[in-house]
């Protein structure tokens, strides 16, 4: 750990939590004392239905060097069918990522539920170590200016 | 009253909106009535000495088309930027970068042996003749929209933009009433509230390409598994394309809130795609629909790429 | 949107948070945010005393918002945003930024913990600013309840809501009162006489002062929303009038019209003018149309001129009655499945093979056979019965996958009566498992299987035939391992459980929905199991899914409670937080609609987008698939999540 902080890349990551699911897992992570690298900042959704292309294009744009987020399980959206939406979007996206040469691996969907507190900082710590090994993000900051003024 | 001076410019460009410039008819009478061209390149000869000459904010309005892609668009489009009260982008390249920014996904080396073959026949930069050197612009880097390089005053987007809209430019331009700055004269709205069809919001069970069926003419190209970009284009065209019975390919670029048009469709279809109740059961069948997609950039960023996240390509 | 000026509120939560975070450090990086103008920290700010000094600070600093730094707001959100209401300011614009769960007890480093409590609070902060001041949307309602189904579900919860003083309307498809329940003999585990326990409801619903029955009735149209459904409902025409009929029963006697009767099941027949069964609610005969020689024009009126009381008119018409309802509450019941579909077990083709409801009636008093059990083909006691359960159910591969829940309890009721009214005869019962999970029940089945005559088999039937006069059956007996092959003189089987077949068209109607299987489907299978998921419309009973008696009950006023809690409400109030539709770029094109699981989208008459707020529930699902950006939640809009993102990801 030491010595990776030592070669200076420490990846930044956000995180997309929905309300009812892998926020609430975790905040169980937190109440149970897990402990998990320092690299994600979490954005509380109510919906993992919330989070769209262009919110994880502008997280890449943004910096991001990886972008997690968390819904709850196929069949329990606890809006009915949120989740399965959210997969079909960053399905898109990612066949995107591939073709513009963005390793698609940056951006993850896991479906967590409140009661999986050790999924959050087992998905957290897993997905933290695979950005350090892919490197910081190849888009440059500020890719995307914006049009229209 | 004085009459308005106006310029034209074509920078990266294929010469249809200088073209469109025209559609307008017998309306350009008036527009010569009152204002003179001091500049248009495709349509009179004209020097750049000319335009250096003018005194800065001499020329009321310039409608600069084409994208930048070389120095000399570049530099031109600096020039022009002082020498102008008004600046507009016209036309989807100066707007959002156009089809030509596609070019973004190609390196500067695979277009140029695409174009001119072998390395010994692509044009060099500096050139040495008879003991004089010519210097020629450089191909920039990346294609991008006019605003990247200068401060942009309004949009026409389109491609070309249509005549309605050129039509409402110069009429604001004949009364001497421009908008404010930043207006893009074109709809705020997107292209379904202008369009003719009967929509029912079907599900997309699978995805068709315009030339593998005959669109039915009456009922929503979306429902009808085409990828109509309708939805997340700019109106003010009249939707022609889809009164064509040929989907909307997005030349107007994205509605007024949204940053990433390529994006706000891809939303939009993943969301649509349905081959059964919601459940992980349909899970391959909803993937093998979007594998049918055969050319993601063309058809969610055709004209929007450069300022997009996908307006290039990326070395992992 | 006024400057903003923002109170950032650090907690130190004791050590929770200050023995991993530099709660200081995060105070000084944040007083320098943009919009920022005041900052403090504090040990509990959850206290009495920390919420005074957010009070404090509200009115001194003239905060147009503020952020708790401090635990998760799963905790805390409505703490705060109270405390912030009580000084003045819109709740709607308190935040809370989760620095203790997410940061300071999951992390080690305290440098590292610091930073990112920092960008955390920022993006809350970023939020913040963007809010708006929101009110509780608030809706009228009327004082009425619909209930959808006259069975014992559907009573009991409109005898509820009309117990609790509102006014009830009880509608029913057939000409009766009394669902399934009305066709037992009788039921498990106390072997209580079923009409006996459901003919006093049946009369109190039909006689209460706040219940209107409806039945030979139909749901036409709903529409509308929680507080307020137009509902439309067609009578349709009986022909007798139920004031006048005296049950004498002599329009029967000369009908020249017979069909199978469905109480009986198709035991016997009854006549086209008929009483379902002798203690139904209405009390009146029915004519029905479809069995009648013919109404229009009249080619027969036997019955009219034997009726002394002058009860029937040809002349009756259907009747489209409109009203407008609070709540609905969906109680249609179940239907056995087909037996057509079961071609092992002879497809209904076998007269003596039949189902448990027509056991019932063969086990009723007053049932075709007077109580006696006797087979239908010849009318003979059998001294074998074979019951066999799981017909048609736990079957994933062939027929419904699900376990009907009942079906191991009624068979041995049946063996037991079996046993009871033919004292020399023989039950053998055919099993996979036996299910027993209510009170008494276990003992229930004590019973039966400690009766030296009735035998339990594990096994599942592969098929059976009539061969003479008995009906063979080829069955295995796993724990055994033989495969038998029986004799019996009657075969019972425990069909399985399906949702009455009018309950899709009746959810499609309601715009709610039902499960693959095509039981009403709950909001939450565990902490929702009476509501569905549009506002107002409860489900109940066997609808929603196989029970029994006592479950069908305890939902029946389960949904009533929900029905009377909306309506004592003198206003119904919903959370603000819900999507909103930009009219100036919404372009009408209609992705949204479908998008949303609760109906709460729709093109109205301008042809833009329309969010009912009191329907959506704030998934922002609708937000997502919005290819304009015009669809947008309140207080969670892209422009929003853009700066918490770039806050988040900002350098230093």
Redesign the interface.
């Known amino acids: 750990m030491a010595d990776e902080r030592a070669n200076g890349f420490e990846p930044k990551i956000v995180a997309f939590l929905c309300r009812w699911c892998s926020y609430a897992g975790a905040d169980l992570a937190g109440v149970s004392r897990m402990t998990y690298p320092p690299n994600v900042v979490p954005i509380r959704v109510n919906c993992s239905g919330r989070v769209d292309v262009g919110m994880v294009v502008d997280a890449l744009s943004s910096g991001a060097d990886g972008v997690l987020i968390g819904g709850c399980h196929p069949g329990d959206c606890h809006y009915v069918n949120g989740n399965y939406k959210t997969r079909r979007r960053m399905e898109m996206l990612k066949r995107a990522l591939d073709g513009v040469g963005i390793d698609r691996r940056r951006v993850q969907l896991e479906w967590i539920s409140a009661s999986e507190g050790a999924k959050f900082r087992d998905t957290v710590t897993a997905f933290t170590q695979l950005i350090k090994e892919l490197g910081p993000s190849p888009v440059p900051v500020g890719a995307t200016a914006d049009g229209e003024g | 009253m004085a009459k308005a001076k106006i310029g034209v410019y074509w920078a990266a460009a294929c010469g249809g909106c200088d073209c469109s410039l025209l559609e307008v008819n017998e309306q350009i009478l008036d527009v010569i009535e009152a204002a003179d061209i001091l500049f248009w390149p495709c349509a009179a000869d004209a020097k750049y000495e000319d335009v250096r000459a003018f005194a800065h904010n001499e020329l009321d309005l310039v409608l600069f088309n084409g994208a930048i892609r070389t120095e000399e668009n570049r530099e031109m489009a600096e020039l022009l930027r002082t020498r102008a009260r008004w600046l507009a982008a016209y036309g989807s390249c100066a707007?959002?970068g156009g089809v030509i920014g596609l070019a973004n996904?190609s390196t500067h080396d695979e277009i140029f042996a695409t174009v001119f073959g072998k390395q010994a026949n692509w044009p060099k930069t500096h050139v040495e003749v008879a003991g004089r050197s010519l210097d020629l612009p450089a191909f920039l880097e990346r294609l991008t929209?006019l605003?990247?390089v200068v401060?942009?005053d309004y949009?026409v987007p389109g491609c070309p933009p249509p005549r309605e809209v050129v039509s409402g430019l110069f009429s604001a331009l004949i009364a001497g009433d421009l908008p404010p700055?930043?207006t893009?004269f074109a709809?705020?709205?997107?292209?379904?509230?202008e369009c003719a069809r009967e929509?029912k919001?079907e599900?997309i069970t699978r995805i068709l390409r315009p030339h593998e069926q005959e669109p039915d003419p009456e009922k929503c190209l979306l429902d009808q598994g085409f990828v109509c970009m309708?939805?997340?284009t700019r109106?003010g065209c009249g939707a022609v394309c889809p009164a064509a019975n040929m989907p909307c390919t997005g030349c107007a670029?994205p509605?007024?809130?949204?940053?990433?048009q390529?994006?706000?469709?891809?939303?939009?279809?993943?969301?649509?795609?349905g081959t059964g109740?919601?459940?992980?059961e349909?899970?391959e069948a909803?993937?093998a629909v979007?594998a049918q997609?055969a050319d993601?950039?063309g058809t969610?960023y055709r004209f929007s790429s450069a300022?997009?996240?996908?307006?290039?390509?990326?070395?992992? | 949107m006024p400057v903003p000026r923002i109170g950032v509120f650090v907690c130190h939560c004791g050590l929770n948070i200050e023995r991993t975070v530099d709660t200081k450090a995060v105070a000084e990086a944040l007083r320098t945010h943009p919009g920022v103008v005041h900052v403090e920290d504090y040990d509990y700010m959850c206290s009495d005393p920390g919420q005074q000094l957010i009070k404090e600070a509200i009115a001194e600093h003239r905060l147009t918002g503020g952020v708790v730094a401090a635990c998760s707001p799963a905790m805390h959100e409505p703490t705060f945003r109270r405390a912030a209401e009580e000084a003045g300011l819109n709740p709607y614009l308190f935040e809370m930024a989760n620095i203790r769960e997410h940061c300071s007890w999951v992390h080690l480093d305290r440098n590292e913990a610091t930073r990112k409590a920092i960008r955390i609070a920022k993006t809350l902060i970023e939020k913040v600013k963007g809010n708006h001041p929101l009110e509780p949307v608030q809706i009228g309602h009327v004082e009425k309840c619909l209930v959808i189904g006259g069975g014992i579900t559907g009573i009991q919860a409109a005898l509820d809501v009309a117990d609790a003083g509102f006014e009830v309307l009880l509608v029913e498809k057939a000409a009766t009162l009394g669902g399934h329940m009305a066709q037992l003999s009788e039921t498990f585990p106390t072997l209580d006489c079923s009409q006996c326990i459901l003919a006093p409801k049946m009369v109190e619903a039909s006689r209460h002062p706040n219940i209107r029955t409806l039945t030979y009735s139909e749901i036409l149209e709903v529409s509308g929303y929680i507080g307020n459904y137009a509902v439309k409902i067609r009578r349709n025409p009986t022909y007798v009038d139920p004031e006048t009929c005296n049950l004498c029963g002599e329009c029967a006697k000369v009908c020249p019209e017979s069909v199978p009767s469905e109480f009986e099941r198709g035991l016997v027949e009854r006549k086209a003018i008929y009483i379902p069964f002798p203690q139904a609610i209405p009390s009146s005969y029915t004519l029905d149309e479809t069995a009648c020689l013919g109404l229009q024009p009249l080619r027969c009126s036997e019955c009219a001129k034997v009726c002394e009381p002058g009860a029937i008119d040809f002349d009756m018409r259907p009747e489209i009655l409109e009203e407008e309802v609070a709540a609905i509450i969906v109680a249609t019941g179940y239907e056995l499945y087909p037996i057509l579909n079961l071609g092992e077990y002879g497809g209904g083709e076998i007269s003596d093979v039949i189902d448990g409801l027509q056991f019932e009636r063969l086990l009723s008093s007053s049932g075709p056979t007077g109580g006696e059990v006797r087979r239908p083909s010849d009318g003979k006691i059998p001294k074998r019965v074979i019951f066999i359960q799981c017909a048609g159910s736990r079957d994933p591969e062939n027929h419904n996958a699900h376990c009907s829940k009942i079906c191991c309890m009624y068979t041995a009721k049946h063996a037991l009566l079996y046993r009871h009214a033919v004292h020399d005869g023989e039950a053998i019962v055919f099993y996979i498992d036996v299910r027993a999970g209510g009170k008494g029940y276990e003992e229930f089945i004590q019973k039966a299987t400690e009766d030296e005559r009735i035998r339990y088999l594990r096994g599942k039937v592969a098929r059976l035939y009539r061969e003479d006069d008995q009906i063979v059956v080829w069955g295995v007996d796993t724990i055994s391992g033989r495969r038998m092959e029986l004799r019996a003189d009657l075969v019972v089987l425990a069909l399985s459980i399906d949702p009455h077949p009018s309950a899709r068209e009746l959810a499609r109607t309601l715009k709610i929905s039902c499960g693959a299987e095509g039981f009403l489907k709950e909001a939450h299978p565990k902490l929702r199991p009476v509501e569905s998921l549009t506002a107002g419309i409860f489900v109940a009973g066997a609808g929603q899914g196989p029970k029994d008696i006592p479950e069908s009950v305890a939902q029946g006023s389960g949904a009533a409670a929900k029905a009377i809690t909306l309506l004592v409400q003198e206003k119904l109030t919903h959370s603000p937080e819900v999507v909103a539709i930009d009219e100036a770029v919404c372009g009408g094109c209609g992705v949204c609609v479908g998008m949303c699981p609760y109906g709460a989208l729709s093109l109205n008459g301008a042809g833009v987008a329309e969010c009912n707020e009191v329907l959506c529930e704030g998934c922002g699902t609708c937000v997502s698939a919005c290819p304009t950006g015009a669809a947008q939640l309140k207080n969670m809009t892209d422009a929003q999540l853009h700066e918490m993102i770039e806050v988040a990801l900002a350098d230093g």
């Open positions: 707007h959002t996904l929209p605003d990247t401060d942009v949009y700055k930043g893009v709809s705020e709205k997107n292209l379904c509230e929509r919001q599900r309708g939805p997340a109106g670029g509605t007024a809130r949204i940053r990433d390529g994006s706000a469709m891809l939303n939009t279809l993943a969301s649509l795609i109740e919601e459940n992980e349909q899970w909803e993937d979007i997609l993601l950039f969610f300022h997009s996240l996908f307006g290039r390509r990326y070395h992992e």
